[in-house]
């Protein structure tokens, strides 16, 4: 084990600790927190910016610390004149390009470049500007906004999307002052492979990447007294809206956040939760009947938009693999417009369904093709023409749109009450909540399918097999003499080595879970910034927390989701859920594809 440490001196302090650490990581365990800009642990170590420069004895330069290993014997000085004149002197030249647009830009007061620049005392940049030509933004994407100008080229977005999500939609073109990031042949990132995952906004340091935000539009709808808004929020907003508030990691606020939702004035406040458990009665029985007629197996969940756009482009082959389920989000909009719509005498024209997502990708999805399944029910019997069209989801906002969103209206989110959501879109089951974390749907397909089949009572509802932030992991579960084996990937690179079995056919599986983000929906690229492996994990305890406060813990037993059926849809897999609730995927090319795509607003 000795052989496996090493000790070297940090501030006149000697510190041990094992082989292959970085000087970086060396000076956090005594305490210092060196500054770092192209930095992000578990995502990018560039060493491109230079403000983490450190001096070791006997070397005539300054060290990067986030690159550079603790060597024995080394004697490190993080705090020095040298140092400071170093740090502030590569901060000031990134500061000459970049617009001082603070104030105006969607990353204000939540900007690591701004707070750096605080830190470090930098008031002012003695540099004049290099690059004398503003670079077009990109509007192109239905998800996400890039503006090249505030770009620092820390990589950061390059390695998120090339190493974590393995996409490579993105990448730095050209040398010098030329220098940017790009999509292939620079069409932009609504003409790419871009799954819209946001992870590259969410790992960016600046506002160089930033979500497409439709809040103006959803205040507009709510003032508007023509007009029903019906918000949903899935579950991994109420283990991130609170941070973003003000509160600690992963605070579970699900009362709070139905009160504030209610004082920003949406007519009815849902739940996407009711939604889940729809989509466990829909994409169960999908699963049993694959099994039982000899179906496409393994079956592959389709709740993540973000790996449908993934599959869609680098496997079109294996499109048959993947459940025909909408994602809960489009589920609850065509049953809004319909179902709902019915039993509260409503126009389905004058309904405005909002979607609070912690993922960017859910903004994509609401204009894909066949997301109209409640127009096309209301079609012939209101002799509606194509010009009334309308969507099942109106809008998808992130975690942070919503926190914008309260902030501006003066809600104190600490001081509100618990609040229970409106029925009968309201009521969830532990099942749906844990959708939120990767895992999460497998579970809860589980707990419904072993039931069905066995016509037995779970021993225990928990399948701890299928838990936890593994970036693959397996399970064998015992359903009557049948052995049903599955899988989980969370990350795009994971998906990516599960469908490589599946292509060459060496898949020993019946039933997969992926979700594209990091530690699933809890990890999406819409939520609080910053998000890393910790907060992801606090984040999870609270939503198995909140499975465990519930009483009812199985999607086949939501009295609601029940009452849906025998009213309305009359069982699962039927007629009418086939038109509503289920869907088909589109076969895309490597290169990128146009649908649906974004535009400049006007």
């Not at 969607?106 to 005392?121: F, I, K």
């Not at 993540?304 to 294996?318: A, D, L, N, T, V």
């Amino acid at each position: 084990m000795a052989e496996q440490m090493v000790t070297l001196t940090i501030d006149g302090q000697t510190v041990s600790i094992e082989k292959g650490t970085t000087i970086l990581e060396a000076c956090l365990q005594i305490g210092v927190k060196v500054p770092t800009l192209c930095h992000l642990e578990e995502v990018s170590s560039h060493g491109s910016c230079g403000i983490c420069v450190v001096e070791v004895k006997n070397s005539r330069r300054l060290v990067r610390s986030c690159k550079a290993l603790a060597l024995p014997g080394m004697e490190v000085t993080t705090n020095s004149e040298r140092i400071r004149a170093s740090r502030k002197l590569n901060l000031e030249l990134i500061l000459a390009n970049h617009p001082l647009e603070c104030l105006t830009c969607g990353r204000n007061l939540n900007c690591e470049l701004q707070s750096l620049a605080q830190q470090l005392g930098v008031r002012e940049s003695r540099f004049q500007r290099t690059k004398k030509k503003l670079l077009p933004l990109d509007w192109s994407s239905s998800s996400l906004i890039r503006d090249p100008n505030k770009c620092i080229l820390c990589n950061r977005c390059v390695e998120v999307c090339a190493q974590i999500q393995s996409v490579h939609a993105i990448d730095i073109v050209g040398r010098g002052l030329g220098s940017k990031v790009a999509t292939f042949l620079d069409r932009g990132l609504g003409s790419s492979v871009c799954t819209n995952c946001g992870q590259c906004a969410l790992v960016c340091p600046t506002g160089a990447i930033i979500e497409r935000s439709h809040i103006e539009e959803v205040f507009a709808d709510i003032s508007n007294p023509e007009l029903v808004t019906l918000v949903q929020t899935a579950p991994a907003i109420r283990v991130g809206i609170g941070e973003a508030m003000g509160m600690p990691w992963g605070a579970l606020v699900t009362g709070q956040m139905v009160a504030g939702l209610r004082r920003l004035g949406f007519s009815k406040v849902f739940d996407t939760q009711f939604a889940a458990d729809l989509t466990i009665m829909e994409e169960g029985h999908e699963l049993i009947k694959r099994i039982q007629e000899g179906g496409t197996l393994p079956m592959i969940t389709s709740c993540s938009p973000g790996w449908i756009k993934f599959i869609e482009h680098f496997y079109p082959e294996q499109l048959d693999n993947l459940s025909t389920c909408k994602s809960p989000q489009q589920m609850f909009g065509a049953i809004a417009k319909t179902y709902y719509a019915k039993i509260a005498g409503l126009d389905p024209r004058k309904i405005r369904v909002v979607s609070i997502m912690p993922c960017t990708a859910k903004k994509y999805e609401t204009g894909r093709n066949g997301m109209d399944g409640s127009f096309n029910f209301w079609k012939e019997e209101m002799k509606l023409d194509e010009s009334e069209r309308f969507a099942d989801v109106d809008y998808a906002l992130t975690t942070r749109e919503l926190a914008s969103m309260f902030k501006r209206v003066g809600i104190q989110f600490s001081a509100l009450p618990d609040e229970k959501f409106d029925n009968p879109l309201g009521m969830s089951t532990g099942a749906a909540v844990i959708f939120g974390a990767t895992g999460g749907v497998m579970e809860a397909a589980l707990r419904t399918a072993y039931e069905v089949l066995t016509k037995k009572t779970l021993p225990s509802v928990e399948f701890q097999q299928v838990r936890g932030m593994e970036g693959i992991k397996e399970a064998t579960v015992m359903i009557n003499d049948m052995p049903l084996r599955v899988a989980v990937a969370h990350t795009l690179g994971n998906a990516r080595i599960l469908m490589e079995q599946i292509q060459s056919k060496k898949s020993p599986y019946a039933f997969i879970e992926v979700m594209a983000c990091p530690g699933g929906c809890l990890g999406g690229g819409g939520q609080p910034i910053p998000t890393n492996s910790g907060i992801r994990k606090k984040r999870a305890e609270s939503i198995y927390r909140e499975d465990r406060n519930f009483d009812v813990r199985k999607s086949h037993e939501n009295t609601d989701v029940q009452t849906l059926y025998e009213q309305f849809l009359i069982k699962p897999l039927g007629e009418r859920s086939h038109h509503l609730l289920h869907t088909s995927y589109t076969k895309r090319g490597e290169y990128g594809s146009f649908e649906p795509s974004g535009s400049k607003p006007g």
